[in-house]
């Protein structure tokens, strides 16, 4: 039966305080891209990947750079009006952490994805629409193959789990540093009040352990005969 193919390509800016090392962290953490895809709902790691999804050469060298396979569980709803019309889709995933960031590829039901993660500079990026000169851009490029009938759905599905991916993984990155500078910011205030000495001069701390409080001494009074 004629297989078909369909491509797509999204793309989202890094804001300038956001390294690329940044971002490939987050992308071979790959928790990221599971847990903010729109249809996912739970996965698993499983302990090996299927030997023939290895020989695809889609991958870069598996000696060098392992892959992961996980078992993916998607909720996929076809009459959006009912919360009944739904059903749940498990299939294998591989992920592979690359220098440029992360390739991932899902087989279920006669359906083969694939999917490639870059960090690139904004001028090599240059399908990207309203990005500014300079920085850097996360871009996603799909393909999906299965026979022509189903192609309608397979790509109406497959734009909805990919559309936002990029941007969401780049929010996640921002909100994590955020999160990390606030932590840094609150320990370093707690510090910096341990160090403080009291106006009431009860105690006085110069570092180390905190010892007892001085006890007030009470000046002598000196009379002049």
């Known amino acids: 039966m004629p297989l078909a193919k369909h491509t797509y390509h999204t793309a989202a800016p890094i804001p300038p305080h956001i390294s690329r090392s940044e971002v490939l962290v987050a992308l071979h953490d790959h928790n990221t891209c599971l847990s903010l895809q729109a249809l996912t709902a739970g996965h698993e790691l499983l302990p090996s990947t299927d030997p023939t999804t290895l020989k695809d050469p889609f991958?870069?060298?598996t000696d060098t750079y392992p892959p992961s396979t996980y078992r993916v569980t998607e909720i996929i709803k076809?009459?959006?009006w009912f919360s009944w019309a739904k059903y749940s889709l498990v299939f294998p995933s591989v992920f592979q952490s690359t220098p440029q960031g992360l390739k991932t590829r899902a087989d279920t039901s006669g359906?083969?994805?694939r999917a490639e993660y870059r960090v690139l500079e904004e001028g090599v990026e240059r399908e990207g629409e309203g990005l500014e000169d300079g920085g850097w851009v996360l871009v996603e490029d799909v393909e999906v193959v299965c026979v022509w009938w189903m192609m309608p759905l397979v790509r109406?599905?497959?734009?909805?789990?990919?559309?936002?991916i990029c941007q969401k993984v780049v929010e996640t990155v921002v909100r994590e540093k955020e999160e990390k500078e606030r932590e840094a910011a609150s320990r370093e205030a707690g510090k910096g009040k341990q160090r403080e000495a009291p106006l009431d001069g009860s105690y006085v701390h110069v570092g180390g352990d905190v010892g007892p409080p001085l006890q007030r001494q009470e000046m002598e009074k000196i009379t002049y005969g």
């Open 59 to 61: 991958w870069y060298p």
């Open 78 to 80: 076809y009459l959006p």
């Open 111 to 113: 359906v083969v994805l």
């Open 156 to 164: 109406g599905k497959m734009e909805e789990a990919h559309r936002d």
